[in-house]
C-alpha cells in the first residue's frame, strides 16, 4: 500500500462513521503500517466520546507486536494534543515509539498542537492537505475556521424553480420518496431547523422527524421572527407547538431582554437591517446552544439571505417533474441586487439521485475564499 | 422467446436506427418467428428511401426456409399498406402467407390500412398498444396525430433558473461538453431552428453545427419576427446571414406579400395576437417546407408561448452549477398567467446526463390530452 493509498484508505473507513453518531466530531480514519507498508491496525471514530481513530488503529497493531518502532501510522486528521473526552492521541503516539506520523489535513481548533509536540518528542511528521480529507470535515472545518454553523439549504421546486404558485399552494411540490429523504438523511443530520415564519404558516408543518416505521423525534426549531408577531399571535396555534421534551423552539428577535414563560421558548436577539436580519450577529450564540449544523428549510427569502451573506455551505435542491410557467409563481430563492454572470456564486456538484420522477441535486456552495 | 419478449426484441431493433438517417420516417423493428417461437429473421428500418424493417425480416428468413406459413411476425408498428417510397410491406406479408401478424402500435396515418387488408387475407392480426412503442415514435405520431410539428425546447440555465443575468450577458451559462451535445444530439438531429430575434442579438449565435473534427454544418433557422424589423434592420450584419448553400432563414411574419430579395431568406405569415405569435398559425407551413421536428432555442417568452400553447413536446434541460440570486436575472421561461400548483404541466423524466458539473435533464413535457 502506498502513501496514496493510505490516505484513501483512511478516508474511507472515516467515512464508515454515521454523522449522528459523532457529530460535532469530524470524520477520522487511522491505518498503521509496518516497514512493508502491510496494514497491521486501523480504526475511525464511531462515536462522540468514544475512542478516536488512533486508538483502535494502535490497539489492533499492539495484538500482533508490541514493537510500533518502524511502523508509520496515517491519519486523516491531525491528531488530538489536548485532553477533550478522551486522553490525547499524540502522547499515545509518542508513548508507542511510533516512526513516522502521516496526517492528510491539519485540525483548525488551535488547542491542537499535535505537529510540534510529536516533533519535538523525535517522530517525523509529514503534511498532505489532501482535498478529501477537507471535504469529507467540511462542516468541521467550517464551524473551527469561520466559527459559525454549517448552514445547509433544502429546496423543493418545479423545473421552472417554483416552491409555490402564485397564490402560496406549495403542497406537494416533491413526492413521498424526496420527503422521506428530508426527514432521514437531512433532519436526522442536523442540530437544527431554521425557518422562517412565513414558511410554518403557509406549509402548516411540524418540522418533526417522520421516518417510516419508527417513532416521531423532535427536532430544534429556529424561527427569524424580528417583532415576535408570530409567537405573540400563533403560540399554541399551530403543529410546530408540539409537547416538547428534548427540543426547544429559538425566536430570532430584535426584541431584548423580552420575557418568556413557556419552557420550550427562547429568544436570541439578533441585528436585523432594511434586507432583514444579519446572520454574523447569531452564530455565536447558536453555536453556544450546541447547533453546529443547520439546515435550512425556509421560502425564497430565507434562501437568498443566506447565500448572499456567505453563510450558505451546501444545497440539496429536490426538482419535481412540473412545471407552472408563472412568472409570478413563488421563486426558490433570489433578492433584487445585480450579479454578473461573472460574479454568478459557484457550485460544486457533489451528488445526483433519482426519487422516482424527482431528481434531487447536491451541491456544495463555494464562499468567495474558498 | 415469449411474445413481450419479441415486441420487446422488435423494439431495441427499432432503436438500432440512426435517427438522422431515417427523418421523418419512424423508427420501426421486425423479428420474424417459427412454430417453436425462434428467430427466422430481423430487420429494422435502416434509411430514408430504405426498406422497411419487414423486407429485411422476410427475406432473411426466406434464407432459411421458403414455408413461412406457419410463422408469426411481430413488428413495432403498423405495416404500410399504401405504395410510398417502396412497394407496401403488408402485401410482402400476404404474398409469403405469413399465419399471424403482431403490431405492437398502429400507424397513425390513414392511408394506412394494413389491418383491414391483412384480415381480408385471411392472417390473423393481434393489435397491442405498446406504451414502448409509441413513446419510441413519439415525434411521428405527434406530427401524424397532432398534424404539427414536433417541438423541443432547449435550455441552459443557472440553479436559480436563469438564462441570462439582468442585463442579459448569457456567455457562457453551460460548459463546452453541453454545447456540444446540443451540436451533435440536439440540433443535428432536427429538421430547423426556432429562435427569436432578441436570443440572436444578444447571443451573436450563428446557429450552425459545430461537431468537433467534422466540417461546420448549415441549419435551418425560423426567426419570429412579427414587424420584420430584424430583417429589415440587420440583415446581412449578423453571423446568422452566413453564405448558405441548403438552407434558408425563415421571418415569421404578419406583414402579408412583403417580397424578399434574397434567395437563402423566405416569410411565413402567421397570426399574431397580443401576447404574440400563435402558432398554429404557421404549423401547416412548417410541415409542408419538410419541418417535421423543430428545437426552440429561445429566450423566457419563446419557451413559455411553446408550453403555454400546448407545443412543447420535449425539454432539455442544462443546469449549470452557478447561482445568481438576482430576482430581476432572465428566467428560463414564465409568462404572466395565473396556474394552480394543481393544474402545473406535468412532465415526464426521459434522462439525465452529466457533463463534468453540468447537468442535463431530459422531459417529456405532457400534453393536456396525453
Known amino acids: 500500500m502506498n502513501k496514496k493509498e493510505a490516505i484513501d484508505y483512511c478516508i474511507n473507513l472515516a467515512k464508515s462513521a454515521n454523522e449522528n453518531e459523532i457529530r460535532p466530531n469530524p470524520f477520522v480514519g487511522a491505518v498503521l503500517l509496518d516497514e512493508a507498508n ?17 486508538v483502535f488503529a494502535i490497539e489492533q497493531a499492539l495484538q500482533k507486536t508490541t514493537d510500533l518502532s518502524q511502523a508509520t501510522i496515517y491519519i ?17 503516539i509518542i508513548k508507542h ?16 498542537e499535535s505537529v510540534e509536540k510529536l516533533r519535538l518528542a523525535g517522530i517525523e511528521v509529514e503534511i498532505i492537505n489532501d482535498p478529501s480529507a477537507i471535504t469529507l470535515n467540511k462542516r468541521f472545518f467550517t464551524q473551527h475556521i469561520k466559527l459559525r454553523p454549517y448552514f445547509l439549504l433544502k429546496t423543493a421546486s418545479t423545473i421552472d424553480g417554483k416552491i409555490a404558485d402564485r397564490n402560496n399552494h406549495s403542497k406537494w411540490i416533491s413526492n413521498e420518496d424526496s420527503r422521506q429523504f428530508v426527514h432521514a438523511q437531512l433532519r436526522s443530520n442536523t442540530d437544527a431547523i431554521l425557518t422562517s415564519y412565513k414558511t410554518i404558516l403557509q406549509d402548516d408543518a411540524s418540522f418533526t ?12 426549531l429556529i424561527i427569524i421572527d424580528k417583532e415576535l408577531t408570530f409567537l405573540n399571535t400563533e403560540y399554541n396555534k399551530l403543529p410546530i407547538f408540539y409537547n416538547r421534551t428534548n427540543t426547544k423552539i429559538y425566536f430570532i428577535t430584535d426584541k431584548k431582554n423580552t420575557p418568556v414563560n413557556a419552557s420550550s421558548i427562547e429568544l436570541i436577539e439578533g441585528d436585523f437591517n432594511n434586507e432583514g436580519l444579519i446572520f454574523s450577529s447569531i452564530t455565536a450564540q447558536l ?3 450546541g447547533f453546529y449544523s443547520i439546515l435550512a428549510e425556509g421560502g425564497q427569502k430565507l434562501n437568498a439571505s443566506l447565500i448572499d451573506q456567505n453563510m450558505a455551505d451546501e444545497l440539496y ?13 413563488i421563486p426558490m430563492l433570489g433578492i433584487d441586487k ?24 447536491h451541491y456544495f456552495i463555494k464562499q468567495p475564499l474558498d
Open 76 to 92: 486523516s486528521l491531525e491528531p488530538c494534543s489536548h485532553f477533550g473526552k478522551t486522553p490525547p492521541c499524540c502522547d499515545l
Open 97 to 112: 515509539g511510533i516512526k513516522k506520523v502521516i496526517i492528510a489535513s491539519l485540525d483548525p481548533n488551535p488547542k491542537v
Open 287 to 289: 453555536m453556544e446552544k
Open 317 to 329: 435542491w429536490f426538482i419535481a417533474p412540473k412545471l407552472l410557467n408563472d412568472q409570478q409563481a
Open 38 to 54: 502491510q496494514i497491521i491496525g486501523e480504526g475511525f471514530h464511531q462515536k462522540l466520546g468514544g475512542p478516536h481513530a488512533e
Open 209 to 220: 422527524i417522520r421516518i417510516e416505521g419508527e417513532p416521531i423525534k423532535e427536532t430544534n
Open 338 to 361: 445585480a450579479n454578473h454572470l461573472d460574479n454568478a456564486y459557484r457550485l460544486e456538484l457533489v451528488d445526483m439521485k433519482r426519487f422516482q420522477e424527482d431528481i434531487l441535486l
